[in-house]
Nanobody, 122 residues
Framework: WVQLVESGGGSVQTGESLRLSCAAN????????MGWFRQTPGEGREEVAR???????????DAVDSWQRRFSISYDTVKKQLNLQVTGLTPGDSAMYFC????????????WGQGTQVTVSQ
């Protein structure tokens, strides 16, 4: 059973950077990818970035929109920690950010954290 716990959210001002972390316990060989999503009230979850941690799948960053290039994802295999570095934050980035783990080479999102809130003010 995979448990994901996010941290690092908070209130920042426009233009600032933030680093989110996700402690991943129980990650086994069934987990092929990990990712970050965000959600605002009344909206669906939006994928921000993903990273394949096994299987050599295509990096999502090859097909990201321009706004996603401000998001840099990394995975520490020793600490079992997923990180998201975000630069140039704007109020439009304000959302609850969720960490997720995907099963299998098709990266079926199966496990979710509770989320960490990011609020960006002018």
């Amino acid at each position: 059973w995979v448990q994901l716990v996010e941290s690092g959210g908070g209130s920042v001002q426009t233009g600032e950077s933030l680093r989110l972390s996700c402690a991943a316990n129980g990650v086994d060989d069934n987990v092929y990818c990990m990712g970050w999503f965000r959600q605002t009230p009344g909206e669906g979850r939006e994928e921000v970035a993903r990273k394949f941690i096994r299987g050599g799948g295509p990096p999502y960053s090859d097909a990201v929109d321009s706004w996603q290039r401000r998001f840099s994802i990394s995975y520490d295999t020793v600490k079992k920690q997923l990180n998201l570095q975000v630069t140039g934050l704007t109020p439009g980035d304000s959302a609850m950010y969720f960490c997720a783990a995907g099963i299998g080479p098709n990266c079926r999102w199966s496990y979710w954290g509770q989320g960490t809130q990011v609020t960006v003010s002018q």
